[in-house]
């Protein structure tokens, strides 16, 4: 069955801290893509990233960098220097039949 | 260039009441997508379309929710009569083919008294 692990519930840091949210999949699809989605206290949903399972290129994007690794059927974040505006709730997702597995989600708290 | 609009982005209304959430996608996706999200059971997949057709409405909680798309720009999720239970935030999102990612509206936040 398809899903999404996110074990973290809960992360807090401090101001520049580096910061790693974890998530782990599980799927029997062969091909499929794996999307991380940011929620800020506002509320919306921020798409982040997308990124297929046959590209296990780590991606970096200024301070967000991204692990993929299918031998663990896992796909890290990482957030280098936190800053407070980096605080919501991060969602891991999993593409299935057209639609969006999603994890739990981890709320990451960044303390100045 | 615009995204998913919805509204309301507030209602609050009384048990029994129906309540109607409407939302456009973004220009061009083929797919549309409502979620209901609560504490207590996260983000959940109520229905989506293709090509204004319902593809699969299995999270649909029961037969007084329903959902529409009479064109590709809009769509809307109904509940009738409502219940305290329904009080979420309900989402619409959109996405091209091919994977793209979903692109959501900012929510509707549902509270029934």
């Known amino acids: 069955a398809q899903k999404v692990t996110q074990a973290q519930t809960e992360i807090s840091v401090v101001e520049k801290e580096d910061v790693t949210l974890d998530c782990v999949y599980e799927t029997r699809d062969t091909t499929y893509y794996l999307f991380w989605y940011k929620q800020p206290p506002s509320g919306e949903l921020v798409f982040l990233i997308r990124r297929n399972s046959f590209d296990e290129q780590n991606e970096i994007s200024g301070r967000y960098s991204w692990n993929f690794q299918k031998s663990t059927s896992s796909f890290n974040f990482t957030i280098t220097a936190s800053q407070v505006v980096d605080s919501a709730v991060y969602f891991c997702?999993?593409?299935?039949?057209?639609?969006?597995?999603f994890g739990t989600g981890t709320r990451l708290q960044v303390f100045p | 260039d615009a995204g998913v609009i919805q509204s309301p982005r507030h209602e609050v209304t009384e048990m029994g009441q129906e309540v109607t959430l409407r939302c456009k996608p973004i220009?061009?996706?083929?797919?549309l997508f409502w979620y209901r999200q609560t504490m207590m059971r996260g983000l959940e997949l109520l229905i989506y379309f293709n090509n204004n057709v319902p593809i699969d409405d299995s999270g649909m909680p029961e037969d007084r929710f329903s959902a529409k798309m009479p064109n590709a720009s809009f769509s809307t999720l109904k509940i009738q009569p409502s219940e305290p239970r329904d009080s979420a935030v309900y989402f619409c999102?959109?996405?091209?083919?091919?994977?793209?990612?979903?692109?959501f509206g900012d929510g509707t936040r549902l509270s029934i008294l």
């Open positions: 997702a999993l593409s299935y039949m057209g639609k969006l597995i």
């Open positions: 220009s061009g996706h083929d797919y």
């Open positions: 999102a959109s996405r091209g083919s091919s994977n793209q990612p979903q692109h």
